[in-house]
């Protein structure tokens, strides 16, 4: 009996002290290094920006928002619709809070074709100019997430003209824009280049006063 509390004394005071390691101690010190190394990515790599004369949060650098005004860039599809939710949907609780997925059809599934030729015909509409072919993939297709932040240098290029006319800018300021937004590959070797459609948008509505 006196063996099996000296064991048992044990095993109370190793998983106290575990305990105290894997759920204070832990986070605690990964929390901490995390705000003093990391502050902007530990916070979520938030993006402010003067809104209405205040400066305001509008998003994310790694998160990807849905543009609906003609004179902003679009992003990728998004399955999840960017976790857009109404005012209603707010107050009334209704709204699940962040997800993220993707639609996940196989190539031979008839509702991929049907999704896709859908989002064709509307990027047709909403760029006239823009011929079937020219249209970069990634435009047509969604992330793994359907929260992607990016599109290719082609995939904003492309819709230089409609944004030109919609925003009154000129397209030499939207391709600078492009250009200022520009992530390169990392190490110069891995990845593509890309172009973060929150920083464009930002720099749109700026010059457009809004």
Known sequence: MKLFFTYLKKAVVCTIVLGALCTIL???????????????QANGSLIKAVVGGKERTVGSKYVGQQFEE??????????????????????????GGVASGSFNYGNSNPDLKTRVEADLESFMKSNPGVRREDIPADLLTASGSGLDPHITVQGAKVQVEAVSKASGLSEEELYQIIEDNTEEKVLGIFGEEKVNVLGCNLEIAGRMGK
């Open 70 to 95: 003609p004179w902003f860039f679009h992003g990728r599809i998004s399955s999840v619709g960017y976790n857009c939710y109404t005012t209603e949907e707010k107050e009334d609780k209704s709204y």
């Open 26 to 40: 832990y986070p605690a010190a990964l929390t901490l290094a995390g705000q003093i190394l990391f502050p902007a």
